[in-house]
């Protein structure tokens, strides 16, 4: 069974420092795009960042860049995304998911064109 599993959420004061890891079971990534996704309250699920499957071209939204990054470890097989400066509007739901249409040279940002999908990790950032 294929599984993305995300860790490294949860409540932090706005302007600090969060590091989401997520470590798929099941299969290698190694190839695939990797992304993550959000969705707050009462919201659509949104883009926040991706990687391709090289990990040589990224793509951010445009409220996250400069405060976020994405990268991949693929001896581990891992996606991590570290959050600096951590606003309240950041606080969601963050989703991992892997996009085997991405592959390893796209980056994709629409969430339809995401295979797997983790669980989500909750992250609070208070005011």
């Known amino acids: 069974q294929v599984q993305l599993v995300e860790s490294g959420g949860g409540l932090v004061q706005a302007g600090g420092s969060l590091r989401l890891s997520c470590r798929p079971s099941?299969?290698?990534?190694?190839?695939?795009?990797m992304g993550w996704f959000r969705q707050a309250p009462g919201k659509d699920r949104e883009f926040v960042a991706a990687?391709?499957?090289?990990?040589?071209?990224?793509y951010y939204h445009d409220s996250v860049k400069g405060r976020f990054a994405i990268s991949r470890g693929d001896a581990e097989n891992t996606v991590a995304l570290e959050m600096n400066k951590l606003e309240p509007e950041d606080t969601a739901v963050y989703y991992c998911?892997?996009?085997?249409?991405?592959?390893?040279?796209?980056?994709?940002?629409?969430?339809?064109?995401?295979?797997?999908w983790g669980q989500g990790t909750q992250v609070t950032v208070s005011s």
């Open positions: 998911a892997a996009s085997t249409i991405g592959g390893e040279t796209m980056v994709v940002v629409l969430a339809h064109m995401y295979d797997y």
């Open positions: 990687i391709n499957g090289n990990g040589d071209d990224i």
């Open positions: 099941g299969r290698t990534f190694s190839r695939y795009c």
